[in-house]
């Protein structure tokens, strides 16, 4: 892996060649808003800082990174929880937001192609007149990138049954970390199917290590032609999980549910004043969607088995208004935390959707052991938690048994046969976990594919895997063809 | 380097991994192995809809465990009491279903693969969502067995529809495929399954249609589908009429976009042929013009080479 070298003037003045002065940020004011992305533990200042404005200004940005062996760090919004953006060593950060178009749009054949920069919502927003959406929808979908979206394989309340970014993305285009340009999977004006090694679903959720996507052609669903939105209130959180499996074993697949638990419903109230009852264990939000004349009996169905767990009440959604204020509530639970703690560490944990109520019990006992508040919201329907562990970084033993609280959390969803993340991805925050979820063989192969895209491993370099010592090389005396 | 005589069949995984760091070490021709000794169902957990199987065995074998349990993997290519859920992967198999429920690709969740010096690794995992780490067992789906051996494959599942009902409509040409083709797709019909079928010498195409779902769903399309010009489908199993004809290997197969279905097959209309007009996918045994659909060949050169350096297996695909 290559440090970062010193950045001449000589460089700046070539890049601002290529994408224009004003789209060169240097002074340290100025890089200070690229310090960091969501995860706020750690922060470190890039040197320097490119907004490109087209797929040509992104290649000739890295062919010059190349040529002077510099880490390169692809940025969209910024909004990452797990520090994928944040400059380890400095370097040139790369940033797509200029980038953000809707290039085009063909209903017939349900794909858009758009600009890496293109925020999440906007592709909704631009479908929507065709009666079609973009299915992938992470909470914070109103500021995050479709590239963004890429190189973490983002997913959202509605995974369960609509699956992720890779289950909705045909193809794109990415600069490698040498400049090539290349295009991966399904072209905007061919077929679905391609043959060939399928490079574009290997490298989706690579975390920005393998070049820099540029345009995205994405997949366009119909719009369901209606929706069932559903508020079950709970006095536990384990009557609300056995409702979900019970719903699972009905062979019912809801749009998405969502669960929320006492403290974070508390928040959420005080927040944005739903009308969520502030005494109730659980409140699990269940949506339907398909065609209207089957939603009525599911409806129906899904109620009686929210009863029969014990429900104090079931409310459905009586118009599209009341349905987005409960969406808006779940989706910025998270900006309600504020309230209750000035600061938190979001976890990403998954678990089989059967080791829910388990996994709960572990949390509870966690929150006991550490004397911490851990509220819980999280994607009921695939087992993704979100336990926001609550701390003040002015009390140094906090801090330390959040992230021991954190770490503890972590390990027991690996031990439970899940998943260190669902949605966040690794980034740096969650390194040193993938030789717990992994073997030195499965991270080999990993690396393995990595450096057919970077040998020189400058793009967005010390993410993801612990320390490179660890990880032997397949064949390391074979050279590499030009 | 030296060509196996005899298709390796090993006993277990173990066995598989040791045969292939023995060829690694001699450079010897492995080809693609025999897994029908690897053919056990792993894990099945009903409440979690996932089921892991070894790569040998059927995927009507599979469907059949999961079927007492209202359950499936929503895939539905020819032959399924033939073909393994390797196969199935490394050739990325599908059948008409794959317009309401997707490829393979969308189904699978975790995968333990045998690579090349024998390494067994691990990719994705038993839960539905999950993004440590690479999702590498991208990679081994469609790759014709080139870049390593699946042994071990986790799927998701989904239920079996309550409610399945299938209509046909007969077409005299290509203009009336088309303008049925546009009908279906601008109303409120969900069809999992929209299909072309053509058998030469006759000149009638026949469009089939499946739609599934709650009872109610199918119910109210089954109303609005015969106002369309669409009958209840008589009890031929055209799929099975199709590929009877033809094996998997003489067939070519032509991807466009759906809006230039018909005029794509405009030059078929002598030969037998199967669409699947919801993805424009067309299948045929008659030679089509080559279309090149290979992504990014240099760098797909490069990953063979770095997981098969020695090209113990088949060549890349396409």
Known sequence: MTESHAISPTLVAELRRIVGTEHVITSDAELLVYECDAYTLEKQLP??????????????????????????????????LSGTVLAVTGGVMISLTRMNRVLSLDPRNRRALVEAGCVNAWVTQAAKPHGLLYAPDPSSQTACTIGGNVGTNSGGPHTLKYGVTTNHVLGYELVLPSGEVVWLGTTPEGGEQIDGLDLRGAAIGTEGMFGIVTRVLVRLIRAPQAFKTMLGIFETVEQASQTVSDIIKA???????????????????AAYHFGFPLDAGAVLIIELDGLAAGLESQAREV?????????????????????????????????????????????????????????????????RRHQLRIPNVFHAGDGNLHPLILYDERDADQVKRALQASDDILTQCVELGGSVTGEHGIGV?????????????????????????????????????????????????????? | MSRRQQTLIPADVAELASSLAQAHQDQSWVGIPNLKHLNRLLAHVPEDMTVTAEAGMTLADLQAHLAPHGQWVPIDPPRPESLTIGELLAFDRSGPRRLGYGGIRDHVIGMRVALADGRVVKSGGQVVKNVAGFDLLKLFIGDHGSLGVIVEVTFKLLPRPRASATFDRACSNLETVNAALEALWHSPLTPVATDLYHFRPDPLLTLRVVLEGMPEDVAWQDAMIRDLGFQPAGAEDLENRFWQRFSSSVVHSRSVLPSRLTESLADLMSDDFLARAGNGLILTPAALPLISRGSAPELSRRVKEAFDPHHLFPELPA
């Open chain 1, 47 to 80: 040197q320097i800082v490119v907004l490109p404005g087209s797929p040509e200004e992104v290649a000739a940005v890295v062919q010059v990174c190349a040529r002077e062996r510099l880490p390169i760090v692809p940025r969209g919004a910024g909004t990452s």
């Open chain 1, 251 to 269: 062979g019912i697949v809801p749009g998405a549910m969502e669960m929320m638990d006492q403290l974070i419903t508390q928040a959420v109230e």
């Open chain 1, 303 to 367: 109620e009686s088995l929210c009863h029969r767990n014990g429900a104090r009440q079931v409310r459905i959604a009586q118009s599209e208004q009341e349905r987005a204020e409960l969406w808006k509530c779940r989706k910025r639970a998270f900006g309600a935390i504020g309230r209750l703690s000035p600061n938190f560490i979001t976890q990403d944990g998954v678990v089989p959707r059967s080791k829910l109520p388990e996994m709960m019990a572990f949390i509870q006992d966690c929150s």
């Open chain 1, 429 to 482: 925050e969650k390194m040193d976990f993938m030789a717990k979820q992994f073997s030195p063989d499965d991270l080999a192969a990993m690396q393995q594919l990595r450096r057919v895209f970077d040998p020189d491993l400058r793009s967005n370099p010390h993410k993801m895997f612990p320390s490179s010592k660890k990880c032997g090389d397949f064949s390391p005396k074979r050279q590499a063809s030009a």
